[in-house]
């Protein structure tokens, strides 16, 4: 049995909470009705896999992370589809997580580290581990979305960010 909508059970106790009855069946018509606004949340965030996923699925409306865009703290916008095309990483998923631009390199002043102090970034928790992810590119303040589904509580396989990277072997 799949797991049941989170958005789905808060509106299921607020409907007890009022003591206007209903059940998880009526709560889940009146959540997934119409569109939904829902904030994007500020960086420096901590967010879940699931809940990361599912912003870039609803801002950028596909599955395919390799399409989702990101801001780097120097104000750069790349995707990690774009990174791969242009060989400039051999894991695309580098592309969420580092200015390619830039680099790693030693000066930080120009770009600072992704995680660093007041920089913008999501840590994004997984397998027990944390990884800092460059925010979304992406200027609304909300984003708007269709009605809620079981796939809205579906994370997104992203190596290294979402899910440990394969083991290669060597």
């Not at 801002?59 to 395919?64: A, E, K, N, S, V």
């Not at 925010?135 to 992203?158: Q, S």
Request: glycine residues 10%; contains cysteine; aromatic residues 8%.
């Amino acid at each position: 049995m799949p797991e049941r909508n989170r958005a789905v059970q808060r509106a299921a106790r607020r409907m007890r909470d009022r003591q206007t009855g209903g059940t998880y069946t009526d709560a889940r018509g009146v959540v997934r009705a119409g569109a939904r606004r829902s904030p994007i949340p500020r960086c420096p965030s901590m967010l879940e896999a699931g809940v990361w996923s599912r912003y870039g699925r609803w801002i950028f409306g596909t599955d395919d992370w390799q399409r989702w865009a990101v801001r780097t703290p120097c104000g750069r916008v790349q995707t990690p589809r774009d990174a791969a095309a242009a060989g400039l990483v051999a894991r695309p998923e580098l592309a969420l997580t580092q200015c390619l631009h830039h680099g790693p390199g030693p000066d930080h002043t120009t770009c600072p580290t992704v995680g660093s102090p007041g920089s913008a970034y999501y840590s994004v928790f997984w397998w027990h581990a944390k990884t800092p992810v460059l925010p979304f590119a992406f200027d609304e303040p909300y984003v708007v979305h269709g009605p809620l589904t079981e796939t809205d509580d579906i994370d997104v396989i992203v190596p290294g960010i979402t899910r440990p990277l394969a083991d290669t072997g060597a």
